[in-house]
């Protein structure tokens, strides 16, 4: 499917032909990391928010020098990009107070020789009340008004009611997809799946719609369709890299369904197109799918997990977590307990990032667990 390989094309690097093109009219890419930025105020003021990524790293022999490494890989693989030059390409970054490792990489970035021109941390609240509802509107407020000051712009109501149509329009496509994929005979594999979520990040979103308008348009016209594997989901840590999925796959599984921060939890809600378009906008990212990291939420997560597990009918789910991630190897050993009482097979796997991950391991021990399901 050439719409596919469009998109494949576009996470092989980081400097893609999108970011080129961006580049060479002279437009602003800021990178930022994690779902809880409202990315629609940059898109409003015609600058692309490229989610950072670790993808390409060999080794943080550099990284390793300011942060340890009882700090995950991710987080590690970022500065090292950062350090390395990876990201030269960014007039900007933006981070978010989502862990201690996250907001050490901003710190040691920002501090050293090879920060970017603008960068930002955005706090986040812990908690989901009336309060940080109200504080989180204010640190938006004040981030918006970072990026007008410094890029010299005008994020307008219309303007951002605008980037908000793009974004809903977004969500919805990736919705369509996930019809699809939970489809006894779904088609398109997990690793694909993910290889499409990841080039959602990458690439503006108005020509992101529209590639994967044509590929879903290519599926309906000339549907393939894998079948007779095991059906999992994955859950857990950061997950940008359809390399793990493939090694999954390869099995004799097929994931068709997950609960990641790069996928459903990410898009599945929308921001709502009536009112004051602002508020919205606060609204939609305050109270979207929780991650681990909001305090007193675990059984709204637990409740979109089963969601999710239901509606795919899945076989079995794959809990992962990057090595040292606190926040989500807490709430897998919460999640593998509750569904494994209601009849859910469940692995959890303790992961390193990217290429530095342990495959062999890895592979060994879903190899084991999709014996027990099949059994």
Known sequence: MRALEELAEATATLENRFVSKWKN??????????????????YAADIFPFRLTGKGVKDTSLADSYLTRVNCTFSRCCLELG????????????????????????????AHKS??????????????????RQWYG??????????????????????????????NETRRLLRKLYEL????EPPLSGSEVLTILSASTAIPKKEFNQILSRLLE???????KLNGKV????????????EFIRNVEDLGAIVVADALCFGSRNFWDLTEDSGDVFESLVDRYYNHVPCPRMA??????????????????????ILEHIKFCDTHGTDNALLKKDLEEIGIPVIELERQYGPLADAGRLRTRTQAFLERIRR
């Not at 920060?115 to 940080?132: C, D, I, R, S, W």
């Not at 409740?303 to 899945?314: D, M, P, T, Y």
């Open 296 to 317: 007193g939420e675990y059984k709204r997560r637990l409740s979109f997990v089963k969601e999710q597990a239901e509606r795919a009918q899945i076989d079995g789910v």
């Open 231 to 242: 059906r999992l989901m994955i859950a857990g840590s950061l997950m940008d890299d359809p």
């Open 181 to 184: 994929r939970i489809k006894d």
């Open 218 to 224: 290519e599926i309906e016209s000339s549907p393939r």
């Open 138 to 167: 204010e640190e938006v407020l004040k981030f918006k008004e970072a990026v007008e000051s410094y890029f010299a712009v005008n994020i307008t109501a219309e303007n951002l009611s605008e980037a908000v149509a793009v974004y």
């Open 25 to 42: 009219e002279d437009k602003r890419i800021v990178g930022y990391v994690c779902s809880y930025l409202p990315e629609e105020i940059l």
């Open 83 to 110: 350090f390395s030059g990876g990201f030269k390409f960014l007039d900007g970054a933006v981070f978010i107070n989502g862990c201690d490792h996250i907001r050490r990489t901003f710190d040691n970035w920002k």
């Open 115 to 132: 920060a970017l021109p603008f960068m930002y941390m955005l706090p986040v609240p812990h908690l989901l009340n009336a309060e940080g």
